[in-house]
């Protein structure tokens, strides 16, 4: 187990490797002057020039991508904006924790509609309540995320006025964005959560239990979620990385500012280190992520094999 | 089965028979076929040209602007006696609309005539010599009507007629008709109402008319005042004593709406005008600069810039279409020869293809277009590579794991061992066996590749956000339109449509080649 772990965080610095380069070569291979875009296009030859050494330009590729490296791992030193000569790494970290908020309470939504959706599905197969479930699942996944959270606005902001329309600051901002997010992974979970319900009920020990004359209710409830749900955490955990890529359009939508807006609005006016920097957070985040939904397959499941 | 005995098996006529047993997957495939019609033929249809404010198209198109944003409505006059006059022989006749900006109004001929100007409600006041009515202008369009209530429209005046005698006490019992056709007789209601309404706008209401001197001070609620103290003398409830003799008149009035009651206390008199009636006084116009409602003119409306918008989803279906076909076509066709490539000769070329793909599923398709579009920059041509490229690791997925299986398969060993060379069997006998996964697919990643495709361009990410392309309508409409629904609902009905019918055929085709395919 340990072995495995070891040799997945290894297997990761390639990746890393890769992905480090990848971003470092955005501001050289991107169209556009990083000079020009920082101190504006009208700077005379001479202050180009000044500039151009001092940012350190001047030097060969590899010994700007070493410097980039050791500001980054040795100060966590991200650069500075473009845009507002800000801190990339502090308006990063400021930002991160709104868009965790965001993608927890989604997660949240999607696992509790989609859990007891799926389960109903199942529990009652082919009845009117299955057909439902499984009609609005494959419309939901018809329906892009950000025209759902634009109809949510809509009908609960703009026309009855229960929550506000968009920005931060209270539990109310949240709502709204928050189901949007977590609508299009509950129609994914439902659809999951129903065909692993319906694989358990077809084993032995189901049908040994009814034999017996177990109550249908004792059954469902601690012979086949036992089982049929540890699956579906592992989707869940899974979905994670994909909640946060439809948090980069949800926070659009509704002006949250979190790191999808800041990374849009980035790349909008070419403020090459943020992006940078996100590229490298959001890579580093998808393969943190995976790591451990392999490791918790292991868990839950003994009979994988790490090898 | 029996069938077979007489014609020679076809597979093709299998796949059919099974495929049309599926009645929502046939439907979803005319519904393909209907988008795919309208994607290719929409420009030559489309009822207005999408680029254009739809006003600026009305004299091409023979619709009267005057028609749409005027109308009349008739003024008549009552006179004390009950008889009543057409507006055209009243005098001293004064239109105002309280809110220009929403909608003028103007004397003429046949009536009042009201010009609706932009959206919102205002209320108009009519006044010939004392006596006044109000009517409600309601243009419809971007703004909410929050607030909006109907107000006193016209006082009707009961009191006895006749020849009255000094010390003689009567009643006047009002009647008051608001703009939303209600009538309200009890006198203390009336007040209610009028000191609800009249409140604060007591200065804007009495200031733009000529109301007598006497109007000035505050009216507050219903209000009785006598013209001619030496006559008649009221009191606030309404009660006239007749003081001397002669002709009297007492004003009724709540907030800018005034009625006369003629007393005659001996000799004879013409009857005076006791109050107006306005024939519509609630009149609904539209706001034909902005965000007009879905209408049978616009069938969906128009937007911020007044633009159709049914014409500009149906020239925008070519644009997503565009997205959807030739992205998925490009990461299919590059997919397709990496999964036989890497299937088919594995050791080194297979890992570095599976280690490749690995990693580019790891990221959600939306975050790896955007990185895809921060290298590129913005514009349709780059979101048409980012959706490519994340489709490519999925077809050489699913490519890959059938050239696996087909590579063992005894025909492709038979062709190996009389020396066909690799190309060839890959081309000739290997890629035909993928052929239907690869199809199925294709149907289902355009559904998600329009989405995604719609989610860049919403997210600014087109280029040009004036083209009529359904996600950067989504993103115009979200940051001009915020209030109006029509300009969000539509665009994106488009999408959902679309990408359902698209997802329910791919499901219908999986089902019809090869059951054993679903996820």
Known sequence: MLQFVLRRLIGMVPILFIITIISFLFVHLTPGDPIRIMYGAEIDQETYQTLYEREGFHDPLPVQYGRYMVDMLVHGDFGQSYRTRADVSEEVVRRFGYTAVLTILSMFWAILIGVSVGIISATKRNSIWDRAGMVSTITALSIPEFWFGLMLMQIFAVQLGWFPTSGSGTIWHLLLPSITLGFGVAATIVRFTRSSVLEVMREDYVRTARAKGQKERVVIWSHVLRNALIPVVTMAGLQFGFLIGGAVVVEQVFAWPGLGSYLIDSILSRDYPVIQALILLFSLQFLIINLLVDISYGFLNPQIRYD | ?519
């Open chain 2, 1 to 519: 089965m029996k069938q077979n005995e007489a014609k020679p098996y076809s597979p093709f006529r299998a796949f059919l028979a099974k495929f049309l047993k599926q009645k929502m997957a046939v439907v979803a495939f005319a519904v393909v076929v209907a988008i795919m019609f309208v994607g290719i033929f929409g420009s030559f249809f489309a009822p207005y040209d999408p680029h254009r404010p739809v006003t600026a198209q009305y004299p091409e198109k023979g619709i009267d602007l005057d028609q749409l944003t005027n109308t009349s409505v008739v003024l008549e006059g009552v006179m004390s006696d009950g008889t009543t006059v057409e507006g055209s022989e009243l005098t001293r006749v004064q239109v105002e609309s309280e809110n220009r900006r929403i909608a003028s109004v103007r004397q003429s001929q046949r009536g009042i005539n009201v010009n609706a100007n932009t959206s919102g409600f205002t209320n108009a006041t009519v006044e010939a010599g004392e006596v006044s009515g109000v009517f409600q202008v309601v243009v419809e369009g971007e703004s909410q009507f929050e607030g909006r209530e109907a107000v006193v429209s016209r006082l009707e005046p009961v009191h006895p007629e006749g020849v009255l005698n000094e010390g003689e006490e009567f009643q006047i019992d009002v009647t008051a008709v608001l703009t939303d056709g209600t009538e309200i007789t009890d006198r203390g209601e009336i007040h209610e109402l009028a000191l609800r309404l009249y409140e604060t706008e007591e200065e804007e209401d009495t200031s733009g008319f000529n109301a007598p001197a006497s109007n000035a001070e505050a009216i507050e609620g219903l209000h009785f005042q006598s013209l001619n103290e030496e006559v008649a003398a009221v009191d606030e409830n309404g009660i006239v004593t007749i003081t001397g003799e002669g002709e009297g008149i007492i004003l009724v009035q709540t907030g800018p709406v005034k009625s006369a009651v003629h007393v005659q206390a001996g000799g004879t008199a013409e009857p005076v005008l006791a109050y107006l009636t306005i024939s519509e006084p609630n009149v609904t116009l539209t706001d034909i600069y902005k965000h007009q409602p879905p209408s049978s003119v616009h069938l969906f409306g128009t937007d911020h810039q007044n633009r159709d918008i049914f014409s500009r989803v149906i020239h925008g279906t070519q644009d997503t279409l565009l997205i959807g076909f030739v992205s998925v076509a490009i990461g299919a066709f590059l997919g397709t020869v990496l999964g036989l490539l890497a299937g088919f000769y594995g050791r080194w070329v297979d890992s570095l293809v599976t280690r490749m793909t690995d990693v580019l599923l790891a990221f959600p398709g939306i975050l790896l277009a955007i990185a895809v579009i921060a290298f590129l920059g913005a514009g349709i041509t780059n979101i048409i590579m980012a959706v490519a490229v994340f489709t490519v690791p999925v077809f050489i997925r699913i490519v890959r794991g059938s050239t696996l299986a087909l590579k063992e398969m005894t025909y492709v060993e038979a062709s190996r061992s009389i020396g066909v060379k690799d190309p060839v069997i890959i081309f000739r006998h290997i890629f035909p066996g993928t052929l239907s996964v690869v199809l199925v697919y294709l149907t289902m990643r355009i559904g998600v590749a329009i989405l995604i495709g719609a989610a860049l361009s919403f997210l600014g990410l087109g280029g040009d956000i004036t083209a009529p392309e359904w996600g950067s309508m989504l993103s115009a409409a979200k940051d001009n339109s915020g209030t109006v629904f029509h300009a969000t609902f539509f665009p994106g009905l488009a999408i959902v449509i679309t990408v359902l019918s698209f997802n329910i055929f791919g499901d219908g085709l999986r089902d019809a080649l090869d059951p054993k395919l679903k996820e």
